[in-house]
């Protein structure tokens, strides 16, 4: 692999987030930035059975997340989202291993993960509920194998972490996956999570999605090592890979998968990616980091470099084109619609989701909040759409 | 049919954005999520998308204008989804930020996008009322709709007469109510409640309202807020000033100057109240008036002879402990100018009789507001008696300069351990804070047991003196 391409976008620049220290810039790479597919040894392996039909699917899913993302963006900038983590520039991370799970796996993601959970089927109102402030939380987790997006950095590695341990009790194949960012490496609880995933050689993938920044704070003052480095001190053995590259990202995601099924304990991967866009809609990165870092990180871009690979392939046919976009579109409008006509959540909802058994303390909070709403003299009103409108 | 765009809140918590340009022209046909202007927050510079596709009709807000979140900033034609559905009169539009203009998604189903559905300030909006002459003001301004909700009031119907309301005090209403009088321009201080316990209702607030039209003008004058009470003031102000003024300034520096340490022992005070009962009908004891409080103080000063670090001084002046080897007690008083600690002085020289009315006259003279000046100064250590409020235990203030204060609590009948068993028991608590600088918790802890085992066994002295 070229040395040229790796994840050290502006190295030289102050502003810079790339990693100086650690074992070196080396990563697993399968797709060149300029869309060259080179052989690996070892990991060619793990994607020998990707098709070229699953190419020209794997584009299209990333070329759909990343227009869910736009979609929600603009309804964050219209009003009818308070608030969007863009995932733009961090397709192949998400598409590449939500890609590489089976039906009976269980994913625990950060907010950003939104590409993941497209993958394992989520009902595109559900995943804008809560952002639009209308749930705590957007699905039921079961339904789709996922848990709803964890806010707290890095909380949900122990939730991965335990759920992968009751996989072990019930003796079955199955796999925990959990996605965090650069960040929340250090936070005490991904820590924890690796402790206790390694002492139980749980079968659960750490994914983390280094995409360089952690909000304002570059990757290099949180780690002077690779963070895959950082795994190997838990015991646990660690991959880093071009989080650009959807095939290398996939391989690794297998791989990993496949040590957790047969009893071989955890995993940590490293996809090296870059967060394009804000931390949030809230956010204006340009305050903090050098704009020749994006334009570096541009040109290693997911969606481009597997389009350049379909390309040498004779795959990118214009119709593939208009198919893709047409698909994206039609999404886009369904979330939009979904968004948009989405029933406001009602006074009383809020005590719905509290306890899964009945509970006299919070029948009577109940009580006194529906007397509450009833004083205003509008019964019907106080529990209709219309009157909370 | 005519559809606004009204600014939302575009990160977390704004409440106004500057339009820095717009790419749009009236007249230009745009597409939905066409970039449309370029606005700056306080966090960051955004491009809006379009949320309609349209023709720009009119552009609200001049590039350079700040412009609250919730007010319309461009306004669009766009076709009708149905087809027929006639454009609402142009007078709906103009007609401020109420509910009419934006139409929901509910009532358009096949629209796609639409503006912000954010009325008035562009804060959560309460729903209308149900009484039909009342229209909610368009012009709500931010802060009432954001302000807190209090915890509804529980409309239990206790049986208590009406009671005068007391003129410092907020009228009581609950939460719809005060919406209500809000609403309706009516002064809550003027309605007089007839619901339970004074509560001003709904139906007394639009009775207020309805025939007060005509009293309502002169009673509009706002109310000069001067020094006394009458009722319908919402506060009172009081100078501060004399004791009060006093007392502030010698518990803020008491407690900001001396490290505070507080210790607390429930004693089974049943034998001292036997004792006193036995001393009241001695001889030695007639006509002199005996309590607790005398044991009490009794106690502190044979404890303070085997602990005397909690009878010092710290001279932050000249950087010396003093060990005062005398007691000048202080007795914490509620006075009609407010608390005094006046002492007794030499109060460790007195014997029981003498202390016993040493203490009546102190409190006598402390309530009559006749301490002399040199009564309230030289105190060395000090009680405060909260058990005749009913009180069981406190954090004690240190009197400024001393090391040491004792809470004496409510005497209460409790069943308590006795000789192996549970027994009905006189108990109190002594609460004990002390100058941390001037006492470790070990001399503290020492004389806060030695005072609880004489009052719990008085004998005890005995193996004290």
Known sequence: ?389 | MIKEFRLPDLGEGLTESEILSWKVDVGDTVSLNQVIAEVETAKAVVELPSPFAGVIKELHEQPGSVVEVGKPIVSFEVADDDGGSPSPPSGALSAGPGEAVVETPKREPNLVGYGAVVEGSGRPTRRPRNFAPVVEPVDTKPVDTRRPVVEPVETKPVETKPVETRGAERPRSTPPVRKLARDLGVDLARVSGTGPGGLITREDVQEYAGHGEETAAPAAEPVAFSGGTHPGERETRIPIKGVRKYTAAAMVQSAFTAPHATEFLTVDVTPSLELLAKLKDSKAFAGIKLTPLTLAAKAVLIALRRNPSLNSHWDEERQEIVTFNYVNLGIAAATPRGLTVPNIKDADALPLPQLAQALTALAETARAGKTAPGDLSGGTISITNIGVFGIDAGTPILNPGEAAILGLGAVRTMPWEYRGEVALRKVLTLSLSFDHRLVDGEQGSRFLADVGAILAEPGMVLSMV
Not at chain 1, 17 to 31: C, K, M, S
Not at chain 1, 43 to 59: H, P, T
Not at chain 1, 300 to 318: H, M, Q, S, V, Y
């Open chain 1, 1 to 389: 692999m070229s040395t040229d391409e790796t994840g050290h976008g502006g190295a030289k620049t102050p502003q810079s987030a790339g990693n100086p220290g650690g074992t070196g810039p080396e990563f697993l790479q399968l797709i060149t930035p300029a869309g060259e597919r080179i052989s690996h040894p070892e990991f060619d392996f793990w994607v020998r059975d990707v098709s070229d039909e699953q190419l020209c699917s794997l584009f299209e899913d990333m070329t759909v997340i990343r227009r869910i993302d736009v979609e929600a963006t603009a309804l964050q900038r219209q009003g009818e989202l308070a608030l969007w983590p863009p995932l733009l520039g961090q397709e192949a991370a998400q598409i590449g291993s939500g890609r590489s799970l089976r039906a009976d796996d269980f994913v625990f993601s950060s907010y950003r993960e939104n590409g993941v959970a497209y993958c394992r089927g989520v009902d595109l109102t559900d995943l804008l509920r809560v952002w639009r402030g209308n749930a705590a939380g957007g699905w039921d987790p079961y339904s789709i194998n996922m848990a709803t997006p964890q806010i707290i950095i890095g909380a949900q590695t122990l939730h991965a972490t335990g759920y992968a341990m009751g996989i072990q009790n019930d003796g079955a194949d199955a796999a925990a996956i959990t996605y965090f960012g650069d960040g929340a490496t250090s936070e005490g609880d991904v820590n924890e999570a690796m402790v206790f995933a390694a002492s139980f050689q749980a079968p659960v993938v750490f994914f983390c999605t280094n995409n360089h920044w952690a909000i304002s704070e570059p990757v290099r003052l949180q780690s002077h090592i690779q963070l895959a480095d950082r795994a190997t001190g838990f015991g646990i053995p660690s991959l880093r890979v071009d989080g650009n590259d959807v095939l290398a990202v996939m391989a690794a995601t297998r791989l990993a998968l496949d040590r957790a099924r047969r009893g071989g304990g955890p995993t940590f991967i490293e996809a090296v990616s870059y967060r394009m866009g804000p931390h949030t809609t809230a956010d204006d990165p340009t305050r903090y980091r050098d704009a020749n870092e994006l334009e570096d990180w541009a040109a290693k871009d997911p969606i481009t470099r597997l389009a350049g690979l379909l390309e040498r392939k004779g795959l990118l046919t214009a119709e593939l084109q208009q198919q893709v976009k047409t698909k994206a579109d039609a999404v886009a409008s369904d979330m939009r619609r979904g968004c948009t006509t989405m029933p406001d959540p009602q006074p009383m909802d809020i005590f719905k989701h509290v306890y899964s058994t009945p509970n006299s303390w919070l029948e009577r909070q109940q009580d006194h909040y529906a007397r509450y709403l009833a004083s205003f003299g509008d019964p019907a009103g106080a529990v209709s759409e219309e009157g909370a409108r």
